[in-house]
């Protein structure tokens, strides 16, 4: 890029893309928006050519010259007391953050870009951007506007954070939530499955098979349906069910895997009805890694473990038995397993779930038999508990959804002075009955 202003004028780089000895590309980044037609470059101001005035200090957001990109013509900016000339990189070149070594950095490198998001965020609900900031047709920005009003911004060597005014703890961009609990994003798992070529063609194969068992393929039964739970039971009974392709039954935002597959913040979903577990980067809109298919069949609740592996309960409905799996990611293959003798003696075929607990010990959830059970790594069950539920609308799908630990601090909660009383308790009361096995 070339920069002019304060008297003189500097070409920063060469003519093409310039990599360093480790093979990682060196350049300069600007934030682009596709849906606003619009990039922004929050860090121009690092240029002893940028004035220290007010167009020169406060970010330069410019439309985008084809209104998707930058692509690939240079682009001049004019800014009145100073000039910038932007060189995008070369379309057969634009791969290169994919370098093994970016890689290897690319925890640091999404530390450094959600700083930057934040201080490009900090900008905006500046004196300068504000007004104009909160009159754009964005509710989101309005929201975490609202949200951080008085917030004291703090940048250091632990990053960049916020500080609201009268709060005890500092916040991070990412964790902030609105005050009246809105949706500050969305994101649709199909798009980005989508973006991993393999499990787009199952997605699409999937809907394929479905369309073609399906007695309504131009959507005359569609067309009629009412709202609500009605239409969501219709779709279900009409053979092929041409509704909830992926049916996420799982969701949990992962810490870092210690061997680097994900990185903080990626997310672990379960889609049961692709067979299918991934971990995907919604920030990046990328699949991380992906498992099941031919392996898994209708599974729930997986779990990262300490050590990197994952934990999932894989329900076997294709098979008529239920198993838990431990899946070391790395080699995609499983690791240890636990399966009931005989195997039928352990199926649910809807729900359930498992989890591993302090002791090392995993606790499962057999939701149709309305059963839980402790079992050891050696297989050996060590607890169980029976429930019945009071049914008043015919047979349940299921006698409990899942059963999971609490601490013994909350379960004394039931237990105090006046626990006959306690809401919580009467619910269970009324609700439960368990009967201890072991």
């Avoid at 070339?2 to 350049?27: A, Q």
């Avoid at 934040?118 to 949200?147: Q, T």
């Amino acid at each position: 890029m070339e920069v002019e202003g304060n008297g003189s004028h500097t070409l920063y780089g060469g003519d093409g893309p310039r990599y360093n000895p480790d093979g990682s590309f060196n350049g300069h980044a600007v934030l682009v928006v596709p849906p606003a037609r619009r990039f922004m470059d929050a860090t121009l101001q690092q240029y002893a050519e940028v004035p220290d005035t007010e167009r020169g200090t406060a970010p330069l957001l410019a439309p985008l010259p084809d209104g998707v990109g930058l692509g690939s013509a240079w682009l001049a900016i004019d800014r009145g007391d100073h000039r910038v000339v932007y060189r995008p990189v070369p379309a057969d070149q634009r791969e290169a953050w994919r370098k093994p070594s970016r890689q290897a950095s690319h925890d640091d490198y999404r530390r450094a870009g959600a700083n930057l998001a934040a201080n490009v965020f900090d900008m905006l609900r500046s004196e300068f951007f504000r007004d104009k900031s909160l009159a754009s047709p964005y509710p989101r920005l309005h929201r975490l506007i609202k949200a951080l009003d008085e917030a004291t911004s703090i940048a250091d060597g632990h990053g960049y954070r916020f500080r609201p005014a009268g709060a005890a703890a500092e916040v991070r961009l990412a964790d902030i939530l609105s005050p009246d609990g809105a949706v500050l994003a969305s994101h649709s798992l199909y798009d980005v499955l989508t973006t991993e070529p393999v499990l787009a063609a199952l997605i699409e194969t999937h809907i394929d098979r479905r369309r073609a068992a399906s007695p309504d393929p131009d959507g005359t039964v569609l067309a009629t349906l009412p709202g609500g739970r009605d239409a969501s039971q219709r779709l279900r009974d009409l053979p092929g069910a041409p509704a909830d392709v992926l049916h996420a039954n799982t969701v949990e935002v992962l810490s870092a895997h210690p061997g680097g597959l994900w990185s903080d913040g990626d997310v672990l979903v379960s889609l049961r009805n692709l067979d299918l577990i991934a971990v995907v980067d919604l920030s990046d809109r990328e699949v991380r890694w992906h498992f099941g298919p031919g392996q898994l069949s209708g599974q729930h609740q997986p779990s990262a473990l300490p050590g990197g592996n994952l934990l999932v309960f894989d329900n076997g409905a294709a098979v008529g038995r239920s198993r838990v799996l431990e899946i070391d990611p790395a080699a995609r293959r499983i690791a240890w397993q636990y399966t009931a003798g005989p195997p039928q003696h352990l199926f649910c075929a809807l729900a359930g779930g498992c989890e591993q607990l302090p002791t090392g010990n995993i606790l499962i959830s057999d939701s149709q038999a309305g059963r839980a059970l402790e079992i050891t790594r050696s297989g050996e069950v060590v607890w169980a508990v029976q429930t019945r539920m009071p049914r008043t609308q015919g047979a349940s799908r299921a006698e409990l959804y899942r059963m999971a630990a609490v601490p013994a601090s909350t379960a004394l909660l039931l237990r105090g002075a006046n626990h006959t009383n306690h809401a919580a308790r009467r619910l269970a009361d009324a609700q439960l009955r368990c009967t201890p096995q072991h």
